[in-house]
């Protein structure tokens, strides 16, 4: 079974300039989770996906933050426009359903914001 | 919000010792997870625990889901270089529909 998979890998931006990330989840996965974690510290949930809706973003600076799951399966994290204090790792995860069974983790996108 | 204190920060100990760390939460989870995170990559699930007083094992990896629901330990037995990497402890309220939170980690150094 393939992972989650997640792209770029490294992002370096300048501040005030946007960025997307990329996530693509293992196959049949129907929530889709956006997670940042900031150095130091472990992850803390920005976004939950059911399908193509959205179940929980309230944690989702959504004045620069915005994320969509278009069909049910792929999905962008935006940040426009990024600030130094959003430089993390943002983690992708999918499960098959909601809840903690099969819960898997992408290896995530670096950014750092200079 | 929820939060959960893992304890301790870093370890540095000698290939063959164990190894314990605990979470603490002020409100009561119905699930802990123990994960172990690589640099560069993503959590990485070691040990589930699903009721209340449950011990688990994984290999040299135990674990407790403790009797109040507000907490949790992860022992490794006879450590090897390979166990270096950071640990961390995370619970989901089931009223949450699959919201993890994370403890803040502990970062584990292994001597040969």
């Known amino acids: 079974e393939a992972g989650v998979a997640q792209s770029p890998r490294y992002k370096i931006i300048e501040k005030r300039q946007s960025v997307a990330f990329w996530c693509n989840p293992i196959?049949?996965?129907?929530?889709l989770y956006w997670y940042q974690q900031i150095l130091g510290q472990g992850p803390k949930l920005l976004i939950q996906?059911?399908?193509?809706?959205?179940?929980?973003d309230s944690q989702l600076p959504k004045d620069r933050f915005s994320a969509e799951r278009l069909k049910g399966v792929d999905s962008t994290l935006k940040i426009q426009p990024a600030k130094l204090e959003d430089s993390a790792v943002y983690l992708c995860?999918?499960?098959?359903?909601?809840?903690?069974?099969?819960?898997?983790f992408g290896s995530g996108t670096r950014l750092t914001v200079v | 919000g929820q939060q959960l204190n893992q304890s301790p920060q870093s370890m540095f100990i000698q290939e063959g010792e164990d190894v314990s760390m605990n979470c603490t939460s002020s409100?009561?989870?119905?699930?802990w997870l123990w994960y172990k995170q690589d640099p560069g990559e993503g959590p990485v699930l070691l040990i589930a625990?699903?009721?209340?007083?449950e011990l688990t094992s994984n290999g040299r990896l135990t674990a407790q889901f403790g009797i109040t629901r507000k907490d949790s330990f992860l022992n490794i037995s006879a450590s090897i270089p390979s166990d270096v990497g950071i640990y961390f402890c995370?619970?989901?309220?089931?009223?949450?529909?699959?919201?993890?939170?994370f403890g803040q980690g502990t970062e584990l150094s292994v001597k040969p």
């Open positions: 995860a999918s499960s098959r359903l909601m809840g903690v069974y099969g819960y898997t």
């Open positions: 196959s049949g996965h129907a929530t």
């Open positions: 996906f059911q399908n193509n809706g959205v179940v929980d």
């Open positions: 409100s009561i989870f119905n699930t």
């Open positions: 625990l699903y009721k209340a007083g």
């Open positions: 995370a619970g989901d309220d089931y009223n949450q529909g699959g919201k993890l939170i």
